[in-house]
């Protein structure tokens, strides 16, 4: 992709000739090129103050409250040390493999996802404690649980 950096060469390069007809019949025309060279050389010299931009992490996925419910009723283990994850306790989870670490795991691991290897698309959590309700609470609510198929 081009880039469009207005640097004057164009213009510079037609003064150039300019002075190159006329520059040794005028001493003003020695003046002129020498202040032009100064400022093409200014603008040559600056740094390139354009940066690409930092990666966007990936948003958290959108069934993250199931995620964290799965993990805190121990669906789910962790990959490195096959440990169930108890309610309350901190997990780091990538985002894009839908991986969860405890610490010891996580920091094992160079801080990083075991599959991509990238710790931007991981963040901590706190495991919720599941709710647990009985059949008289739910009837005394008004909850109907009903099967689904």
Not at 24 to 49: E, K, M, R, Y
């Amino acid at each position: 992709m081009a880039q469009n950096d207005n640097s004057g060469q164009g213009c510079l390069g037609c003064l150039t000739f300019v002075f190159i007809l006329l520059g040794f019949t005028h001493p003003g025309w020695w003046i002129v090129a020498f202040v032009l060279g100064c400022i093409a050389n200014a603008n040559n010299s600056q740094p390139s103050t354009t940066t690409p931009p930092p990666p966007t992490p990936p948003p958290p996925p959108d069934d993250l409250d199931n995620i964290l419910m799965d993990l805190s009723n121990g669906e789910i283990k962790d990959p490195v040390t096959q440990e169930i994850f108890r309610p309350g306790e901190q997990v780091y989870l990538c985002h894009v493999h839908r991986l969860a670490y405890h610490e010891d795991s996580w920091t094992e691991m160079g801080c990083r996802c075991m599959v991509c290897g990238n710790p931007a698309h991981t963040k901590v959590y706190l495991l919720p404690n599941p709710v647990n309700i009985n059949v008289d609470m739910a009837e005394r609510l008004g909850i109907e649980f009903r099967d689904i198929e």
